[in-house]
C-alpha cells in the first residue's frame, strides 16, 4: 500500500505564519489543551476553511498534532512564540528545527545544493512535483511558501535571484542569540547564585507579564525559609540597588 | 524511436531506478511508490523516465519493471557519482540532446523546449518540458547557471573516462567485499553462495558500508536469504515446492515441514523476514507506524544472514555451529 505524497500548503508564507500565530493564541486559551479549528479560527477571525487546507500540511512537518482536535508541538509552539513577539532570531530557530526534521524540506535543500544554485521557478517546479502534484496556480503558491519558510529557515538564501543552499555550519545562528531573553532558572543554595536548569520555553508562553514596549524579564525563584535572606540579596543585586543590609532588616522587622 | 518526457525530477528518478534494482526483477510500480514513500502517481514518471534513460526496462506489463545494468550501478556509488551516470545517459537521450544543441544555437530555454516539444511531438506543456530538462540537466551538471542566470551547456570531454573510473572504484569495493564474506560464509556456504546470492550479500553490506539507506541494505539481505532457501531445496534430494510457496517465508516454513531446515535455522531466518518486513516503507498496521531500522540493527542482520547460511553446511557435516 503506498503511502500519501507531502501535503504541500495551500496559503502564501505570511499568511501560514498568521495561522500558527492562531494556533498559538488558541494554544494559551487552552493552556495547552487541544482545541478544534473552528475554536481556533474564531480565536483569530480568520477563516475556518483557509485554515482546514493547511492543517494536513502543518501536522506533515511537525506544526501541530492530534486528531479531530489539534494542538501545536513543541516546535510549533516556539513558532508561534517567535510570531508572537515578531522575533526573526526564534522564528528562524523553531523553523530550522523543522526543516531538520523534514525528509521533504531536507531534500528540497540538497536539490538547491546538488544544482549549485537554482531560480525561484525551477525550485517551485521541483518542489510540486516531488510533492506528486501538478504545476497548477494552488501548488505553486504551496512550493512557494515552502522556498519563503527554508528562506527565512536560514537554510537557503537568496543571492540576486538565485536560491543558494547554505552549509550547516555558515547558517545564521538558528538560536536565540542576539535576543534578549532569559532562558535559565536561577536560584540561590547556600552563598552564591547558580543556574540549575532552563524553563523559559515552557513558561513564557503563559507567564509573560502584559507590557507595550521595552522587554520582559521574568524570573522565578524558589525559596524556602533557610534561605530567604540570600533571596532577598540577590534580588537586591539584580536590580542594582544596593541597600544597607541593616536598613532591609529594618525594613522586614517592621 | 518514440519518445516521452515525464514529469519528474532527476532525484526521484534515480532514487525509482534503485528502487528497482533494490526490490528486484519484475517489481510493480506500486512496490516503487512504496519505496519512494510517496503514490503510485508520483512513482509511474518517475519509473517512465528512468526507462526513457536505460536505467530500468519494461517487465512483463506496463506496470512492472526490470532493473537494467546501470541500475544497479547507480545503487552502488555516492550522489556525487550518481550525477555523473545520470549525465552519461542524459547525454544520450535524443529529446535533451536537441534541447542542449537547441541552446547552444544561442536559445533561450523555453524556446528551446519548444522546440524540442515540437521535434518529438510531446503533448505536455512546454513549460513543463523546460522544467524537466533543466532540472535533468542541472542535477547531472550538464547545464549550469551563468552570472547572469542565463543557462549555460557544459561541456566535459572527458566523462567517459569518468565513468570508467567509478566502474573500477565500484568493482574493486564489491571485490573486496565479496572477499569478506566469503571468509564469513566459509567454504562450502560460499561455494553454495553463487549467482544472485552473493551478489545480494554484496550489495546488502556494500551499502551499509557506503553510507547508504538502510532499507535497501535490508531488501538486498532479504532477496539474498529468498535465493539461499530456494537453492536449498534444490539440493538433492530436491524439496518440491507448492506453486503457491514463493515467499521468503513460505519457503522456508515448507523446508522446516520437509526437514531440510532444523527448528534453529528456521528460527533465524523467520526472525530476519520479520526485520524484512519491517523495512518496507508502509505503516504497520499492528503498531500503527512505520519501523525505522538502524544501521547497527542493519549490520548484525547482515552477520547473522551469513552465520546461518555457514551454519546450515556445519550442521549437514555434523557440526552444530553457529
Given amino acids: 500500500m503506498a503511502e500519501r505524497d507531502f501535503a504541500l500548503p495551500k496559503s502564501s508564507y505570511p499568511e501560514l505564519l498568521k495561522m500558527v500565530h492562531a494556533y498559538f493564541l488558541a494554544d494559551r486559551k487552552s493552556r495547552g489543551e487541544p482545541v478544534s479549528v473552528p475554536e481556533v479560527a474564531r480565536s483569530a477571525a480568520m477563516n475556518r476553511t483557509t485554515l482546514s487546507r493547511n492543517n494536513a500540511f502543518f501536522a506533515s512537518i511537525g506544526i501541530i498534532e492530534g486528531g479531530q482536535k489539534k494542538r501545536l508541538t513543541e516546535t510549533g509552539r516556539e513558532l508561534g512564540l517567535g510570531v508572537s513577539h515578531d522575533s526573526d532570531d526564534r522564528i528562524r530557530s ?12 531536507s531534500q528540497a535543500v540538497s536539490a538547491v545544493r546538488v544544482r ?7 525550485l517551485q517546479s521541483h518542489i510540486a512535483i516531488s510533492a506528486g502534484e501538478r504545476r497548477s496556480p494552488d501548488t505553486l503558491t504551496g512550493a512557494g511558501a515552502l522556498i519563503h519558510l527554508l528562506i527565512a529557515s536560514g537554510y537557503l538564501s537568496d543571492d540576486g535571484g538565485t536560491l543558494r ?4 555550519g555558515a547558517r545564521s545562528p538558528a538560536s536565540d542569540e542576539g535576543e534578549v531573553t532569559v532562558r535559565d532558572f536561577v536560584t540561590t543554595t547556600s552563598s552564591e547564585p547558580r543556574i540549575i536548569r532552563s524553563y523559559y520555553d515552557t513558561l513564557s508562553g503563559y507567564y509573560r507579564l502584559p507590557t507595550t514596549q521595552g522587554m520582559t524579564v521574568n524570573i522565578i525563584l524558589q525559596v524556602d525559609a533557610k534561605n530567604v535572606d540570600e533571596v532577598l540579596e540577590l534580588l537586591r543585586r539584580l536590580s542594582g540597588h544596593a541597600t544597607e543590609p541593616e536598613a532591609s532588616d529594618q525594613d522586614l522587622s517592621d | 524511436m518514440a519518445h516521452s518526457l515525464p514529469q519528474t525530477t532527476a532525484e526521484l528518478l534515480i532514487r525509482a531506478s534503485e528502487g528497482v534494482y ?12 512504496t519505496f519512494l514513500g510517496g503514490s503510485a502517481a508520483h512513482a509511474a514518471p518517475a519509473l517512465e523516465g528512468a526507462r526513457e534513460l536505460g536505467f530500468v526496462a519494461q517487465g512483463q506489463d506496463s506496470d512492472h519493471w526490470i532493473p537494467g545494468p546501470l541500475a544497479r550501478l547507480l545503487a552502488s556509488v555516492p550522489p556525487a557519482e550518481k550525477t555523473v551516470l545520470l549525465r552519461l545517459q542524459l547525454e544520450q537521450y535524443e529529446p535533451y540532446a536537441v534541447f542542449r544543441d537547441r541552446l547552444l544555437a544561442g536559445e533561450s530555454s523555453a524556446d528551446a523546449a519548444r522546440q524540442t516539444c515540437i521535434k ?12 524537466v530538462l533543466v532540472n535533468w540537466g542541472t542535477y547531472s551538471n550538464g547545464l549550469r547557471y551563468a552570472e547572469d542566470r542565463k543557462l549555460l551547456v557544459t561541456v566535459d570531454p572527458d566523462i567517459d573516462r569518468t565513468i570508467v573510473a567509478v566502474q573500477e572504484r565500484v568493482v574493486a569495493e564489491r571485490a573486496a567485499i565479496r572477499a569478506h564474506i566469503v571468509a564469513r560464509l566459509g567454504v562450502d556456504a560460499a561455494a553454495f553462495a553463487t549467482g544472485e546470492i552473493i551478489d545480494r550479500l554484496i550489495d546488502s553490506y556494500f551499502d551499509l ?22 537453492k536449498v531445496a534444490e539440493i538433492d534430494p530436491v524439496v518440491v515446492l507448492p506453486a503457491t510457496t514463493r515467499t521468503l517465508g513460505g519457503v522456508a516454513q515448507h523446508l522446516r515441514n520437509e526437514r531440510r531446515f532444523n527448528d534453529k535455522h528456521h528460527g533465524l531466518i523467520v526472525g530476519l523476514t520479520a526485520l524484512r518486513n519491517a523495512a518496507d516503507h508502509a505503516a504497520d498496521a499492528e503498531v500503527g507506524a512505520t519501523w525505522e531500522i538502524s544501521r547497527r540493527t542493519a549490520m548484525a542482520a547482515n552477520e547473522l544472514g551469513w552465520a546461518v547460511m555457514r551454519s ?3 550442521t549437514r557435516a555434523g557440526r552444530a555451529e553457529l
Fill in chain 1, 94 to 105: 523553531a523553523l530550522s528545527r523543522l526543516v531538520d526534521e523534514s525528509d521533504f524540506l
Fill in chain 2, 312 to 314: 546450515f553446511f556445519e
Fill in chain 2, 120 to 131: 518529438f511531438t510531446f503533448a505536455i506543456d512546454a513549460l513543463d518540458a523546460e522544467t
Fill in chain 2, 22 to 33: 533494490v526490490l528486484g526483477p519484475e517489481t510493480s510500480t506500486d512496490d516503487v511508490s
Fill in chain 2, 209 to 230: 558500508v557506503n553510507g547508504d539507506p538502510v532499507r535497501d541494505s535490508v531488501f538486498h539481505l532479504g532477496h539474498a536469504l529468498e535465493a539461499f532457501v530456494k
Fill in chain 1, 165 to 168: 543552499a547554505a552549509s550547516p
Fill in chain 1, 116 to 122: 549549485s544554485g537554482m531560480d525561484f521557478g525551477a
